[in-house]
């Protein structure tokens, strides 16, 4: 098997594996319980906690915990622009973010909040002077991803942040790092950043954890689901211990960003040699993108079809974001792509136990596909 979506999901690493079976089976008390098992599954969730914010440059106050990725962005998104409504009702983004960003910020445009949606450039990039020719001093919310899941499009939030402050100073500063955490440096003090958003399963921890990095006096408007108070009253509800053990155990497997750097790099760099000489590729590669990621099109031919053909053959990507299957991508939509390469687009995202022989079996495969799918076509 060659699984190259890992910007989707990764594999549980067996160190994640371990310890949420550990937690399940030995310490398995409710961490707000008073007893021995509660007292060791509360360790468990401080111990990861420290750990994720060692990981991103915070305290371990400032962190929640939640089901994902996809609620932390919701919890970041309505409670900062809900708590700050008085003080002012526009939102700035980017046209390219995920959807479990995108989806709140229309729920909120729907309650009255105006929006300004900053498009990228041909190549995938969200450009800083086009994020602060769109603030304003009575915009209380900036959301910009870190890595973009499709193209791999990094955002230089440390070098625009303080210059957003001095225009719109009431914003409170997202950025969803989930394509990020763990393979590239991550400080959210360097970032400035007020919220940042990391998932578990993209970091080799099981699915159904993730959490939300809240900076320290910033304000959220707790969500409508209330109960037991935890997570500092933000995430009530019982913790889900073995899910967070398992995210600090995949979090002290990873390798290196340096490791992970040098290892990616080649990867792909292996790709583009590999796939380089034929005419029907089109690439969709942003400048200074991460490695990790690469996006291009098989032209004459549908993503969907390339995707079955390739997982006939055990080889494993995806045609864009898992959360728009069956849908045109909103990201190279904004780009401006014609429609028939966008349904072309293919998207290799590479993982920590990828190898290059990875990268000739898929060259192969994408070779055979294209010879076999273009005779079908023509008879």
């Known amino acids: 098997m060659v699984y190259l979506d890992n910007s989707a999901t990764t594999p549980v690493c067996p160190q994640a594996a371990e310890a ?6 030995e310490n398995f008390g409710n961490p707000s319980s008073l007893h021995t098992l509660g007292i060791r599954a509360e360790e468990s969730l401080a111990d990861t906690r420290a750990r994720l914010a060692d990981t991103i440059g915070c305290t371990p106050a400032e962190i929640t915990f939640t089901s994902g990725g996809t609620e932390a962005n919701n919890l970041a998104i309505l409670g900062a622009a809900i708590a700050r409504q008085r003080r002012g009702r526009h939102i700035v983004v980017s046209a390219i973010e995920h959807a479990s960003v995108s989806a709140p910020i ?3 445009e729907q309650q009255g909040f105006e929006v300004t949606r900053v498009l ?5 990039r969200i450009l800083p002077a086009d994020v602060l020719s769109a603030c304003r001093a009575d915009t209380v919310l900036v959301s910009v991803m870190l890595v973009n899941n499709e193209t791999g499009a990094v955002f230089p939030m440390d070098r625009v942040a303080a210059k957003i402050r001095k225009i719109a100073p009431l914003a409170a500063l997202h950025i969803d790092a989930v394509q990020a955490v763990g393979k590239i440096p991550v400080n959210v003090k360097k ?3 007020d919220l940042l958003t990391v998932s578990g399963h993209k970091l080799y921890a099981p699915k159904g954890v993730g959490a939300l990095y809240c900076r320290k006096g910033v304000r959220l408007t707790p969500p409508s689901a209330l109960g037991g108070g935890q997570e500092k009253s933000l995430r009530s509800g019982t913790e889900n211990t073995a899910g967070i053990a398992a995210f600090g155990a995949a979090l002290a497997a990873l390798p290196t960003t340096a490791e992970s ?9 292996h790709l583009l040699e590999r796939l380089n000489g034929r005419s029907e590729i089109r690439w969709h590669l942003p400048e200074d993108g991460v490695p990790y990621i690469v996006n291009f099109s098989v032209m ?8 079955h053909f ?3 053959r055990e080889i494993y990507l995806s045609g864009g974001s898992a959360c728009s299957k069956g849908h045109l991508s909103p990201v190279l939509t904004a780009m401006g792509l014609p429609a028939e390469e966008i349904d072309s687009a293919l998207r290799v995202s590479f993982g920590k136990d990828n190898t290059t022989d990875d990268v000739d079996k898929l060259a192969d495969a994408l070779a055979d596909a294209i010879q076999t799918l273009t005779k079908r076509r023509a008879l």
């Open 120 to 124: 990228p450039q041909a190549d995938g």
């Open 191 to 193: 970032l400035d950043a």
């Open 106 to 108: 229309e729920r909120l």
């Open 300 to 307: 004459g031919l549908r993503s969907e079809t390339l995707i």
């Open 310 to 312: 390739l997982a006939e």
């Open 20 to 25: 949420a079976l550990q937690m399940m089976t």
């Open 261 to 269: 750097a040098a290892h990616y790099s080649a990867l792909r760099q």
